[in-house]
């Protein structure tokens, strides 16, 4: 009964005391819970408050005339349940709250001591203890702004404080009614370079993004704006980020409500309402990791593979599980001519296994990440106070989305896609295009050997001024090869133009030339190449043809296969070459039809000649026709046979019906040789000729025939079987196309690639 009294007594007093204060709350003052002190403009309160239906009693700095949204909480865990509870502020400048029976329940537990502590509302909302003499900031016993609950207020930090370690972070109520921690938290997380990260418990469940110049990179509409302006900081003090209020007619603060969102609200006048400007809309690719390590999302077609990426799981990918993200296509070296690739409208990956160094210069960014082999992408920190530093990010890269005003962009590794040379550098290691360099001419130009600084020799395309390869052409080689890794292809290693119209690629260097060196070439050339290595050569182009046709993401057909695009590796080992004309072809698609017909006399299917359709079957008649010439070394295009006017496929089929193969096979082909190995490749090189292009196996059927034992059906005649009567019904329903550069080709002498219009 005695301490009621007492209690009595001290609310009497208060009223005097708090009425008369204003905005401050002096020392020993009993501070009951009908109280409140109002900053010195009357925009926030302090005081004892329920928030929504709650009867429990929480020491709160709400907006007073805001519709009393509460800004800030004390005792969210601690509520007070009885009217008889009050705050007081010690003689040694600890805020601290007592239930009814006189029992702390919550404290600001300051560590520290003051002489003469006042506490005080500011007009920023901040609730500071300081000494009642000194108004310094820096001199702050303690802040409320250390304790953010789940609203942020302009002048609010989300960070860290290096010298206390006090981390600002806000966290969700568990719901209106009730203000204890809920699930979600946002967090400046600063294990690399410092993002905002909203947390759903511990797990990331929205990354908001890296602070990137002006903006998160994550949230678009974060850039700059009338009514408040955003401040990054890393210091060596602090690393925050904060927001202050521009128009001081509105009021903002950004709350993260019980369910996750996290939403900015401004208030004004004349409106008397908050209006919710969303801050974080999420959408299906916000989703922390939604497509996987080295994975691309974007909203309208979700997941992609960065360039020279494939799905680690394609099943699951195929039916949109997209977890387990994106393995590297083919496992590359990487190498101080690796370029970077920007990537300026998406949002910048997980920065959490990142460094970052703000002394160093923007220019050297680039330099730095190429020295290490595990830099796998770089930005322009461009820290707002310094203007300068760098970002690295090592390992894999996670979370990336497309997005459009994404503010500044980043630059990835570009082992993936394809190195962009410099073309003085070219030139200049072949000896600026020399004869004494030049290896030969390819489909569209010459090729050069040229020698790379680091001494790696490299095969240089050369598209010659009068050549006949466009700009279309040549963009799909480089996209394509880019894409295409087996080892039966051969690999471009980069390319180079300049704005004066040269194009160069740059493949790797093939030393045992082209096939048709050796097949066609002298005795000594021709004998060098005995049974089984020829066997094995056109095991490896069926094999990279098959990879074409079936096995590669792209689906390829390739249109011009003939020996001279068949180079030879070190081991004799073929790699198919010149992809200038190659199609990629949808899943779904087996068949087109061009109004550019491209290919090579002798090598060219009659349905593709003659209509201008091309499919995977196309492909498999130049395949026969480069058996039988392989077989027979001779020259599908200028064969010549006294006793008839038949052309080389029709003469094969000839010596096959008569039993007279024997005749036709190459010479210098040792006649100890496998007979019926050498017979068997002849029948399926007839089967691939055949008229019709269903009558010809796939390539899989192919190699499966190479391989195998299975017997083989019998050939029917083949298309193309007399070489006078396709000419004359060519030239007459065909004309050439005159290209670019009205360069008129020479059919009866050519042996290149040549394109025909077709008149439909
Ligand atoms: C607080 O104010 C309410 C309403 O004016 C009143 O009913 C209540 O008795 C007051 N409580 C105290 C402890 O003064
Ligand atoms: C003050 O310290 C007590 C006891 O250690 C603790 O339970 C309480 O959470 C602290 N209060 C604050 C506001 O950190
Ligand atoms: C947050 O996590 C909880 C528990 O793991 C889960 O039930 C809930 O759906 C999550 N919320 C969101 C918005 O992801
Ligand atoms: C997706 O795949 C991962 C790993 O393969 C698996 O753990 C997860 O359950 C799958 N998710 C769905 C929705 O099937
Ligand atoms: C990568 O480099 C290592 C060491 O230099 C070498 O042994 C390896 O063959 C290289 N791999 C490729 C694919 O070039
Ligand atoms: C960071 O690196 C570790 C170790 O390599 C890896 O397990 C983790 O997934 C990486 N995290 C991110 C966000 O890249
Ligand atoms: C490359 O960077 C990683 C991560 O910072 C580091 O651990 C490694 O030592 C660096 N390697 C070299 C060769 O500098
Ligand atoms: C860095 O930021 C400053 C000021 O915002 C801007 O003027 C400059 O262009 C930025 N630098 C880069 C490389 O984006
Ligand atoms: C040009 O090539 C020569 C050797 O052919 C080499 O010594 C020189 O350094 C190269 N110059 C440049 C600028 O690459
Ligand atoms: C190639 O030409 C450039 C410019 O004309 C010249 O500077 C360079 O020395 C030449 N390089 C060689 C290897 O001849
Ligand atoms: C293929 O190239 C290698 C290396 O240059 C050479 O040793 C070998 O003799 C060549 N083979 C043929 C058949 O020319
Ligand atoms: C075409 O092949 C013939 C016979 O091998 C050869 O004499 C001629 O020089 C070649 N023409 C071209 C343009 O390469």
Redesign the pocket.
């Known amino acids: 009964m005695a301490k009621c009294l007492v209690k009595i007594f001290f609310?009497c007093s208060l009223f005097v005391v708090i009425s008369g204060a204003g905005d401050t709350l002096p020392a020993n003052q009993a501070f009951?819970?009908?109280d409140t002190i109002v900053s010195a403009d009357g925009v926030f309160e302090l005081g004892f408050f329920s928030p929504g239906s709650s009867k429990n009693l929480y020491l709160s700095i709400r907006y007073k005339k805001a519709s009393q949204i509460t800004a800030w909480l004390a005792n969210r865990d601690a509520p007070l349940t009885d009217?008889?509870g009050r705050l007081t502020l010690s003689s040694q400048g600890s805020l601290e709250i007592f239930d009814g029976r006189d029992t702390k329940i919550w404290s600001t537990n300051s560590t520290k001591a003051l002489k003469n502590p006042v506490a005080q509302l500011l007009n920023t909302g901040n609730l500071v203890i300081r000494a009642a003499d000194d108004p310094d900031p820096g001199h702050y016993l303690w802040k409320s702004f250390d304790f953010p609950d789940n609203t942020l207020v302009p002048g609010m930090k989300i960070g860290k404080n290096l010298e206390d370690g006090i981390v600002w972070s806000f966290n969700s109520w568990k719901s209106t009614d009730d203000p204890s921690l809920g699930n979600f938290q946002v967090k400046l997380d600063i294990t690399g370079y410092p993002q905002l990260i909203l947390f759903n418990g511990s797990s990331t469940l929205i990354r908001i993004g890296p602070w990137n110049g002006d903006r998160f990179s994550g949230i678009p509409s974060s850039g700059p704006n009338n009514i408040f302006r955003d401040e990054f900081a890393i210091t060596g003090d602090e690393i925050y980020y904060k927001y202050e209020i521009v128009d001081n007619s509105v009021l903002i603060r950004t709350t993260i409500e019980p369910d996750g969102r996290v939403i900015r609200y401004t208030w004004t006048r004349e409106s008397n309402v908050w209006k919710a400007t969303i801050f974080l809309q999420p959408d299906y690719c916000d989703d922390y990791a939604r497509c996987g390590a080295n994975g691309i999302c974007n909203v309208n077609t979700l997941c992609r593979c960065s360039e020279g990426f494939q799905p680690k799981n394609a099943d699951a990918w195929k039916s949109l599980n997209f977890s387990e993200g994106c393995i590297l296509a083919s496992k590359l070296n990487c190498s101080v001519r690796d370029e970077f690739v920007p990537r300026p409208n998406m949002k910048w990956p997980d920065t959490r296994n990142s460094s970052y160094d703000l002394s160093m210069n923007l220019g050297d960014c680039k330099k730095k990440c190429l020295e290490n082999c595990s830099c796998t992408a770089y930005a322009y920190a461009n820290n707002t106070e310094k203007g300068g530093g760098c970002l690295f990010w090592f390992g894999a890269l996670i979370d990336i989305r497309d997005q459009e005003q994404s503010g500044l962009g980043f630059y990835v590794r570009g082992r993936d896609d394809l190195p962009l040379f410099d073309f003085r550098t070219i030139a200049n290691a072949t000896n600026n295009f020399s004869d004494g360099n030049k290896l030969g001419q390819g489909g569209f130009g010459p090729v050069y050997k040229a020698i790379l600084e680091d001494g790696q020799e490299v095969a240089v395309k050369r598209r010659s001024t009068c050549s006949t390869q466009g700009i279309e052409e040549f963009g799909n080689e480089v996209s394509c090869i880019a894409k295409l890794q087996h080892r039966n292809l051969v690999r471009l290693l980069g390319w180079s133009t300049t704005e004066e119209g040269e194009r160069l690629l740059v493949y790797e260097y093939m030393p045992n030339k082209s096939l048709d060196y050796f097949i066609f070439g002298d005795m000594k050339q021709r004998a060098s190449l005995d049974w089984p290595k020829r066997y094995k050569i056109i095991n490896g182009i069926a094999k990279g043809l098959l990879y074409l046709h079936e096995d590669s993401r792209l689906r390829v057909i390739h249109r011009d296969l003939k020996a001279s695009n068949i180079l030879l590796d070190y081991n004799m080992d073929p790699k198919i070459s010149d992809f200038g004309m190659a199609r990629s072809f949808g899943d779904t698609e087996t068949e087109a039809n061009t109004a550019r017909v491209v290919g090579t006399y002798g090598y060219m299917a009659p349905e593709y000649a003659i209509e201008g359709a091309f499919s995977v079957k196309s492909d498999v008649y130049s395949f026969g026709v480069l058996v039988i010439e392989i077989l027979s070394g001779k020259k599908s295009r200028f064969f010549n046979h006294p006793g008839h006017n038949l052309n080389l496929i029709g003469h094969a089929w000839t010596s096959y019906n008569e039993d007279r193969l024997s005749e036709l096979i190459d010479v210098s082909i040792p006649k100890t040789s496998d007979r019926s190995e050498v017979f068997r490749v002849f029948q399926i090189g007839l089967l691939c000729v055949q008229q019709y292009p269903e009558d010809r196996p796939n390539m899989s059927s192919v190699l499966m025939m190479l391989t195998s034992k299975v017997s083989l059906p019998h050939p029917k005649q083949p298309g193309f079987f007399i070489e006078r009567k396709f000419d004359k019904a060519y030239n007459s329903s065909r004309k050439y196309e005159a290209d670019s550069v009205n360069s008129i080709i020479d059919s009866s002498s050519s042996n290149q690639t040549i394109t025909i219009v077709s008149p439909r």
């Open positions: 609310f009951a819970i009908n009217a008889l």
